[in-house]
Each structure stands twice: as C-alpha cells, then as structure tokens.
C-alpha cells in the first residue's frame, strides 16, 4: 500500500467512523444498532459471519436483508449507504434455482 492509498483508506476509515458514532434518533433500538454495528464494520468489508452470529443471533442472509429492511426508514446520509452498499451487497430476488 503506498503513501496515497494509505492517506485513502485512513480517510474513509475516520470517515466511518465519523458516522457510525454519531447520534441517531431512530425508534426501532434494533435497527439502531443493526445500522451502527454495519458502519462499524465497513471499511474492512464488512462484519464476519461470527460477529453477526454473536452480536445479532442471525445468519449473514438474515442480517442484511433486516439491514436494507431498515435502511429506508433511517436518516443515514447518502455516503453512508454507498458505503454500506459496498460491504453489505442488497439482493432484490431471492435464492436462483
């Protein structure tokens, strides 16, 4: 990783960062906690399937089909979900088959 690319990722860090701590007035505490904890974990491509099983009780599936269920509703601001979007890929339809 160069000099450039380091100064990139630490700014995107910082960045989500930034966001995943500041105050949401979301009424649902779940979807509160759904949507910080995927901010959290963005920038590193988003959370393990361990860390969702611990944190969530739920699958990966289950997860991010509550986390775009909630997104709608929430007040994250559209950087915040292009992120999002990258670490936690929204499917429209379901299973291929």
């Not at 500041?22 to 904890?37: G, M, Q, V, Y």
């Not at 988003?46 to 929430?74: D, Y």
Request: proline content about 5%; some cysteine.
């Amino acid at each position: 990783m160069n000099s450039r690319e380091y100064r990139k990722w630490r700014q995107m860090r910082r960045a989500a960062s930034i966001e995943a701590n500041r105050k949401r007035n979301h009424p649902d505490t779940e979807a509160e906690r759904l949507i910080e904890f995927a901010s959290k974990w963005a920038p590193f491509g988003g959370a393990t399937e361990e860390e969702v099983l611990v944190h969530f009780g739920m699958t990966m599936h289950r997860f991010i089909e509550r986390l775009w269920q909630v997104i709608p509703e929430s007040n994250c601001s559209q950087e915040e979900v292009l992120v999002l979007v990258s670490a936690y890929p929204h499917r429209v339809g379901g299973p291929v088959g």
